[in-house]
């Protein structure tokens, strides 16, 4: 499919920074059932949560590698529309949105409760709209015609996260499939495609694009250029840039991962910030495929395996379905902006 692309078009990432110790997990081992490699997979789940996932030397991860930097290439046609094409999709207005999916404009979120505003623009495009489980949810022509590619990377996506949650399913000692079964292809979910963009600050500015968060769901593929995102590393409270790594994903847990396994999985605390060094002077773009449970799924301790050794509380559990986990997390998110 071609040489990998070093970024080279881009500033260099500084190697003066300290950057987070995240282990490279190879898809090709996964997918030829390496015993060892399903192993270092789930000790980077129980640890850091996130880890690279080479894509490179095999035919699976190529492609979606690809369609990245085809998506990427649409992702940046996508922003540079006028304002009144993007609203078409504003997740604000737009029926069936439930504030969440479509666009969001620049600063539209709040970050923090000091009232900071975010420094991004982001475009979420459902799953479920893209592979005809819902009808599709109303956007610029730009998206739609280009239905195909969407379709061909989410298709791809869902594939190999369905592979990893068999891995994880697997070294849990869960009964065979519980955690595929719980992320169906044709079952509607909070699965999306993230277009996100932020343009350079002034230097008197530069700083948190996207406030400290888990993610909701149970996988994120995350494809990035520059740098920008940062980690707690376990035990400490000092923020870690993660570097970017030509051929590679960025992959990472979500709390319902950490819900389903009582804890003996980590979803990590991240955000985005300025990118480092000359890297702060371009616009920075991500591409991102979330994956999460189910809409009706409880978001519970599952039984079975080693999730039985987990220690019990006395507390019963809430016991949320995914799309109730994800309306009151995005519900919070608003009332923190509602009492500024």
């Given at each position: 499919?071609?040489d990998?692309p070093?970024?080279?078009?881009?500033p260099p990432?500084?190697?003066?920074i300290?950057?987070?110790?995240?282990?490279t997990i190879?898809l090709?081992?996964?997918?030829?059932?390496?015993?060892n490699?399903?192993?270092?997979l789930?000790?980077?789940?129980?640890?850091l949560?996130?880890?690279?996932?080479?894509?490179m030397?095999?035919?699976q991860?190529?492609?979606?590698?690809y369609d990245?930097?085809?998506?990427?290439?649409?992702?940046?046609?996508f922003?540079?529309?006028?304002?009144?094409?993007?609203?078409?999709?504003d997740?604000?207005t737009?029926?069936?949105?439930?504030g969440?999916?479509?666009?969001?404009?620049y600063?539209?979120s709040?970050?923090?409760?000091?009232?900071t505003?975010?420094?991004?623009?982001?475009f979420?495009?459902?799953?479920?709209?893209?592979v005809?489980?819902?009808?599709p949810?109303?956007?610029p022509?730009?998206i739609k015609?280009?239905?195909d590619l969407?379709?061909?990377?989410a298709l791809?996506a869902?594939?190999?996260?369905?592979?990893?949650?068999?891995?994880?399913?697997?070294?849990?000692?869960l009964?065979a499939?519980?955690?595929?079964?719980?992320h169906?292809?044709k079952?509607?979910?909070g699965d999306h495609?993230?277009?996100l963009?932020?343009p350079p600050q002034p230097?008197?500015?530069r700083?948190?694009?996207?406030?400290?968060h888990t993610?909701?769901g149970?996988?994120t593929?995350?494809?990035?250029?520059?740098?920008?995102?940062?980690v707690?590393l376990?035990?400490?409270?000092?923020?870690?840039?993660?570097?970017?790594?030509?051929?590679c994903?960025?992959?990472?847990l979500?709390d319902?991962?950490?819900?389903?396994t009582?804890g003996?999985?980590?979803?990590?605390?991240?955000?985005?910030?300025?990118?480092?060094?000359?890297?702060?002077?371009?616009?920075?773009?991500?591409l991102?495929?979330?994956s999460r449970?189910?809409?009706?799924?409880?978001?519970?301790?599952?039984?079975?395996?080693?999730?039985?050794e987990q220690?019990?509380?006395n507390t019963?559990?809430?016991?949320?379905?995914?799309?109730?986990?994800?309306?009151?997390r995005g519900?919070a998110?608003?009332m923190?902006?509602?009492r500024l």
């Amino acid at each position: 499919m071609g040489d990998v692309p070093s970024f080279a078009s881009l500033p260099p990432f500084p190697n003066d920074i300290e950057t987070a110790p995240l282990v490279t997990i190879e898809l090709k081992k996964l997918l030829a059932n390496d015993a060892n490699e399903a192993a270092r997979l789930f000790t980077c789940g129980k640890e850091l949560g996130f880890y690279y996932l080479n894509l490179m030397g095999c035919e699976q991860g190529e492609r979606l590698f690809y369609d990245a930097q085809r998506l990427l290439s649409l992702e940046k046609q996508f922003f540079d529309l006028p304002l009144e094409e993007k609203a078409l999709a504003d997740r604000d207005t737009l029926k069936g949105a439930n504030g969440y999916y479509g666009y969001k404009g620049y600063g539209k979120s709040i970050m923090d409760a000091k009232g900071t505003r975010d420094k991004h623009e982001c475009f979420n495009l459902k799953k479920d709209d893209i592979v005809g489980n819902t009808e599709p949810l109303d956007s610029p022509q730009l998206i739609k015609d280009n239905r195909d590619l969407f379709r061909s990377y989410a298709l791809n996506a869902q594939s190999i996260i369905i592979l990893m949650l068999g891995i994880f399913n697997d070294q849990l000692g869960l009964p065979a499939g519980t955690l595929q079964n719980l992320h169906r292809l044709k079952a509607e979910s909070g699965d999306h495609v993230r277009f996100l963009t932020a343009p350079p600050q002034p230097p008197e500015e530069r700083g948190v694009n996207a406030g400290a968060h888990t993610d909701f769901g149970s996988l994120t593929v995350l494809f990035n250029w520059l740098g920008g995102l940062q980690v707690q590393l376990p035990g400490t409270t000092n923020w870690t840039y993660v570097r970017p790594v030509p051929g590679c994903a960025i992959v990472n847990l979500g709390d319902a991962m950490v819900k389903f396994t009582a804890g003996l999985l980590r979803s990590n605390i991240h955000r985005v910030v300025t990118p480092p060094g000359r890297q702060a002077e371009e616009t920075r773009y991500s591409l991102v495929y979330f994956s999460r449970p189910e809409d009706t799924v409880p978001l519970q301790r599952l039984k079975g395996g080693l999730i039985d050794e987990q220690p019990h509380t006395n507390t019963p559990e809430e016991a949320l379905t995914s799309k109730q986990w994800i309306l009151k997390r995005g519900l919070a998110n608003k009332m923190v902006a509602l009492r500024l």
